[in-house]
């Protein structure tokens, strides 16, 4: 079971990027999935996060406006599109995938993790 995150690097502040997060060795089509991030020196904290079937997303204060969590079920991949990013948009992301249909904003509520990579938003 693997969760492959890709798709970060560096970008100017004002920049988007788009995420991915792709499955394999299992399906998780029917489980929600969700995106942490973690800056260097700070806990990992919840970005966002989507339903099974892409109908309920909830997003962090922080992001809220900016960034954008979709699914596709038949790729077994989640994607977060960011836009507007800021400085301190800068951290290792994280995909997630939980065990259950919805999920919360807890890391508690995943029950299995990617790799992270890396954005780095420069002013």
């Known amino acids: 079971v693997q969760l492959q995150a890709s798709g970060g690097g560096l970008v100017q502040a004002g920049g988007s990027l788009r995420l991915s997060c792709a499955a394999s060795g299992r399906t998780f089509s029917s489980y929600a999935k969700g995106w942490f991030r973690q800056a260097p020196g700070k806990e990992r904290e919840f970005v966002a996060t989507?339903?099974?079937?892409?109908?309920?997303?909830y997003y962090a204060d922080s992001v809220k406006g900016r960034f954008t969590i979709s699914r596709d079920n038949a790729k077994n991949t989640v994607y977060l599109q960011m836009n507007s990013l800021k400085p301190e948009d800068t951290a290792v992301y994280y995909c997630?995938?939980?065990?259950?249909?919805?999920?919360?904003?807890?890391?508690?509520?995943?029950?299995?993790w990617g790799q992270g990579t890396l954005v780095t938003v420069s002013s």
């Open positions: 989507i339903s099974w079937s892409g109908g309920s997303t």
């Open positions: 997630a995938a939980s065990s259950t249909v919805v999920a919360g904003v807890h890391a508690w509520d995943y029950h299995y």
